[in-house]
């Protein structure tokens, strides 16, 4: 998109209709919609005089891709975008992250840039590198340094001069909480007051945010508020941690408020929901157990698959952790060392899927487990796909790919402290001042969000997508 050519296009009104995308990063209904919801007097008037409702997310219900799949209203496998990580083509070790570049399909800024429309967007992930937008971008909590996170690249001397050293993210599996704390504090601030910065000095008729410290805050400090976390600590300090920040956010969102004027709808999506964890299924652990993954030697502590000595030579399938684990078999013709022959992959995966979703917990409870190949759930596949997908007692175990472990079940995450998983259903709130919708409860998918926003701003532009649609209560909206 040559961007210049569009500088002369703006046409962005100031009595036309706005819309303000506030993205909350893991916020569940039980909470925000529940539980918390008398103590927020901002979100309670969004939710008694809009449009509000669950959220369902995209498997793999995670930061990335699901993000990407909101504004761009495309699945996981549409994108190519499995998680954070990818398999670099056939190798058994190397990997790519996912970044801004990794997105070829058009997000709502794009697809309203056509129409000489600008936007202003703070932190959707993933959005490292910066990307030419037809308006303003600061980017997301994956940017690695200082050096280059906006766009235009004047845009940074802006808000270094407004909140000092940008925070993008902070460090939230540690047992330091307090510094965590402090630090999670001083990066929502300094993102709210360069949000409100933009919304008054630049020119945009779309304005998205996205705040990570709410799922930062619930990694962290889960197991002080869950009474029903099996690591729950009564009487701690951090007991009211998690409803403070949320009172907190409310505060931030009444000052958004504040400064907006009747013409300016205002949007609250979360990309999944949080619930606790019960610990960590090692997967490469069940693997080498059953036969299907082979080491040359056990290490002798907790090691990374990448880090183990594998027979490759004897193994026909491993795996990676996470929140949900990514399985990869061993096929000649297509790995280096390949075992599994071609006439019997098909077969193989069958056997795999079947003992994968027998597993049990470790008091020999059943567990619901989803186990799936990737096109089962997305239909045609883009990038670097994995063989199968399979979640744990519905997302409620991580799976640990670590190797070195004495039990097959962990009380803990592998890779650091971790109080919570991600759950499927989000959150989805439309506040427009001049429309009261009466607390409409709605079902909307993450695939809705993008054609809603288009119709809510009037967009001709369509996002060609089935499973994708504009919410019905709003479509008759005027």
Known sequence: MDISKLKSRFIGKKEGKKVILLGLDSAPPELLFDEFLPDLPNFKMLVEKGISGSLRTIEPPITIPAWACMVTSKNPGQLGMYGFRHRKGNSYTDFWIANSRSIKEKTIWDILAEEGRKSTVIGVPPSYPPKEIFGNLISCFIT??????????SLKSEIEKLVGEYTFDVVFRTEERDTLLEGLYEMTEKRFEIIKYLIKNKEWDFLMAVEIGLDRLHHAFWKFYDKDHHLYEAGSKYEGTIKDYYKYLDKKLGEILDIVDDNTIIVVASDHGTKRMKGSFCINEWLIEKGYLVLKSRPYAPTALDKCDVDWSRTTAWAWGGYYSRIFVNLKGREPEGTVEAGDYETFLDELKEV???????????????????????????????????????????????????????????????????????????????????????????????????????????????????????????
């Open 144 to 153: 690695p340094t200082t050096d280059n996170y906006t766009y235009p690249p």
């Open 356 to 478: 994968l979703s027998e597993i049990s917990g470790p008091d020999g409870e059943t567990l619901v487990n989803k186990i799936v190949r990737p096109k089962e759930l997305y239909g045609a596949t883009k990038g670097d796909a994995p063989d199968l997908m399979a979640s744990f007692d519905d997302y409620y175990y991580r799976a640990a790919g670590t190797i070195g472990h004495e039990t097959m079940f962990l009380a803990e995450n592998d890779t650091g402290p971790d109080d919570s998983m991600h759950s499927m259903n989000g959150v989805f709130i439309i506040y427009d001042p001049k429309n009261d919708y009466g607390g409409q409860i709605v079902k909307a998918s993450i695939l809705d969000v993008a054609p809603t926003v288009l119709h809510l701003l009037k967009s001709k532009g369509k996002i060609e997508n089935p499973n994708g649609q504009v919410i019905k209560e709003v479509l008759n909206d005027e």
